[in-house]
């Protein structure tokens, strides 16, 4: 049963708490603050499941953070994380919240110097937020550090640490762990995974899941729209869409959703080419790179990111105003993520997807998922068939420019790489000339590659 509260101190939150929660703007707990923060500070594991925008960081954040001050040591608390760029938020809201105590915190990321995250671990901080797969590798590779006081153990996007993708890193991550602690699981979607959840959790577990009488998953603020194109001219119609929504929103920024890091590239470098100054942010971009992009973005310097669902989970950007699908997800409840950047903390927002005849089913299973029907966005046919070729000769050259470029290279070089580690694993000794054969091949498939299209 909810637990209606006016305000922060009426969930029993220290003075400093409610001091930096006014400082920061938060004047009423969210209903998923006010439900799950009184338990967690009754020592209880909490499963939090509420739509995107809904404050979930805060309640974890701030009944740790109260805990931590009880008892201050480090490592106090462990949060895990699927992705880099949400890792690097949730820090930077612990920091924020904790200014007032000195709180230190590290974030444990992929793509960046193992050498200095070790450093940091050993300096022993009050907070690690860390993805799975690079906390394996550090406890797999030094001993400076150690997980076994750990106070809580926070998985935000639950579901997607639990969908059997990060297995084998948890399985090692969750031995190097106390068995006494608290753990706290927080998503937006969890119906699939909440059973593996509990198996997790302790036998009296707290759970509590947002309660929406129209059982609609997605925040009523947002405004979910669909535009139908044929799929080889998808470009030109994301092209119009940014035009249309720009003649009666100049200001706001839009993320756009691809599905693969090829894709998100080329995308980004054919919008730039016709004028609309965008970011990209995918798997294939370092780490540092990845962070500057979503910098620009967030400080509004560039009102387009280009993104694959790396950027779908967690992160929050007020200025955000549309959403659009360049190309649909195949499993629905990724759609809601995707959508969930937009229309946050009770603003309004829109999302449009671009549906193609091969989508039709996908939007269907959206709809039910959501529990509510996407309406048509208009756009100019005419205006399509203006824009056509400029569009289909602005890709040509970013797929030779992309070409050119070591993009693939590096790709088949990480593949190869992770082929040597398991070599490595099972004892055998990796012979470097196949790594200089390997981009051999690469350069001499690039080349080929782009004369054809140079040609065509």
Same mark, same amino acid.
């Given at each position: ?37 009184? /338990? ?13 925008? +809904? ?68 300096? =022993? ?23 076994? /006081? ?9 579901? /997607? ?25 927080? +998503? ?42 044929? =799929?080889?001219?998808?470009? +030109? ?8 929504? =720009? ?20 995308? +980004? ?53 549309? $959403? $659009? ?15 969930? =950047? ?115």
């Amino acid at each position: 049963m909810s637990v209606e509260v006016k305000d922060f101190s009426d969930l029993k939150l220290n003075s400093w708490l409610l001091a930096q929660c006014q400082s920061m703007g938060l004047s009423k707990p969210t209903p998923i603050q006010q439900n799950c923060i009184p /338990r967690i500070l009754m020592g209880e594991d909490c499963i939090g499941c509420a739509k995107t925008g +809904s404050g979930k960081t805060m309640a974890f954040a701030l009944p740790i953070l109260q805990k931590l001050c009880e008892d201050p040591y480090g490592i106090f608390a462990l949060v895990l994380t699927p992705t880099r760029e949400l890792a690097f938020q949730i820090a930077d809201q612990f920091a924020a919240i904790g200014k007032a105590v000195n709180l230190k915190k590290c974030v444990i990321v992929g793509g960046m110097d193992m050498m200095e995250q070790g450093l940091e671990l050993s300096k =022993r901080p009050h907070i690690v937020v860390a993805t799975p797969g690079r906390l394996a590798d550090h406890l797999d590779s030094c001993d400076t550090f150690s997980l076994q /006081r750990i106070k809580f153990l926070v998985l935000d996007e639950a579901d /997607r640490l639990l969908g059997g993708h990060f297995d084998e890193q948890l399985k090692k991550i969750f031995a190097a762990l106390p068995k006494e602690k608290q753990v706290l699981f927080f +998503s937006a979607t969890m119906t699939d995974t909440l059973d593996k959840v509990r198996q997790i959790a302790s036998e009296k577990v707290f759970t509590w899941q947002e309660k929406d009488d129209a059982g609609i998953a997605t925040v009523r603020e947002l405004d979910q729209r669909y535009v139908l194109c044929p =799929r080889d001219v998808l470009d +030109s119609y994301l092209v119009e869409v940014i035009r249309t929504f =720009r003649a009666t929103d100049k200001n706001g920024s839009i993320m756009i959703f691809t599905d693969t890091c090829k894709h998100c590239q080329l995308l +980004s470098m054919t919008l730039n080419d016709v004028g609309f100054a965008n970011v990209a942010l995918h798997a294939m971009i370092r780490q540092k790179e990845r962070l500057a992009a979503l910098n620009k973005f967030k400080s509004n310097h560039v009102q387009i990111l280009i993104a694959t669902d790396v950027a779908a989970r967690g992160l929050d950007i007020p200025t955000v105003q549309l $959403v $659009v699908n360049h190309v649909v997800p195949n499993v629905p409840k990724e759609y809601i993520h995707r959508v969930g =950047r937009t229309a946050r903390a009770g603003k309004n927002g829109m999302a449009i997807s671009l549906i193609t005849p091969h989508d039709i089913k996908l939007l269907h299973a959206i709809e039910d998922a959501i529990g509510t029907k996407l309406t048509e966005y208009k756009v100019d046919d005419k205006e399509i068939v203006t824009i056509l070729t400029q569009i289909s000769v602005a890709k040509r050259e970013a797929e030779i420019k992309l070409d050119e470029t070591d993009f693939y290279e590096k790709k088949m070089i990480n593949k190869r790489k992770k082929l040597i580690l398991e070599e490595l694993e099972g004892g055998q000794s990796p012979d470097e000339a196949d790594i200089v054969k390997e981009k051999q091949e690469c350069k001499k498939k690039r080349k080929k590659k782009s004369l054809r299209l140079k040609t065509t």
